[in-house]
């Protein structure tokens, strides 16, 4: 599968179709690099699966 970019690839192409909500209490992660998973999970202290030691990011 090619990479592509959500925002650039798609969403230009249903800007009619588009609506926008306020969402209070709720968080965005970019999971568009292995480093930037690995925060996310350190951030909803979740088990890292793919780690040797299996503990808990950042614990």
Same mark, same amino acid.
């Given at each position: 599968?090619?990479?592509?970019?959500?925002?650039? !690839?798609?969403?230009?192409h249903?800007?009619? !179709? *588009?609506?926008?909500?306020?969402?209070?209490?709720?968080?965005?992660? !970019? *999971?568009?690099?292995?480093?930037?998973?690995?925060?996310? *999970?350190?951030? *909803?202290?979740? !088990?890292?699966?793919?780690?040797?030691?299996?503990?808990?990011?950042?614990?």
């Open positions: 599968m090619l990479p592509w970019n959500l925002s650039r !690839d798609f969403l230009p249903i800007v009619q !179709d *588009l609506v926008v909500i306020r969402a209070d209490g709720i968080g965005w992660s !970019d *999971l568009g690099t292995p480093d930037s998973v690995d925060r996310t *999970l350190v951030a *909803l202290g979740r !088990d890292v699966p793919w780690r040797s030691d299996r503990r808990r990011v950042g614990a």
